[in-house]
């Protein structure tokens, strides 16, 4: 792969306040996933500070709050067999549970 293959056009994003725009970040992290190059060469090619290019990576990859599995997106199917697992492992630590209670008493 040449290296003009791997260059990024330097972009100059409307910012609001302080900030760049969550489209823009969002865009900015899935093109450097996908250009092969180290963070701090695709900041600089863009025209971004590497040490903000590095914060978006870091929140792109925090989970969601209060979303289990990371926040990646799940069918109702995949859920609703996740309850019933759950709901199966409970049961059987319930019944763990009575089991040493009548030993213990």
């Keep these: 792969m040449s290296q003009t293959e791997n260059t990024v056009e ?9 900030g760049y725009p969550a489209e823009f970040r969002r865009d900015s992290v899935a093109a450097w996933r996908s250009s092969g190059l180290s963070a701090c060469k695709y900041a600089a090619q863009i025209g971004v500070d590497s ?14 709050p209060g979303v289990a599995g990371g926040g990646a997106p799940r069918s109702v199917e995949a859920l609703e067999a996740e309850l019933r697992a759950t709901r199966a492992e409970l049961e059987r630590t319930r019944l763990q549970r009575d089991i040493l209670k009548k030993l213990w008493a």
């Design 51 to 64: 040490s903000t290019m590095y914060t978006w990576i870091r929140q792109a990859d925090r989970p969601l």
């Design 10 to 18: 330097p972009a100059t994003p409307a910012r609001r306040g302080s």
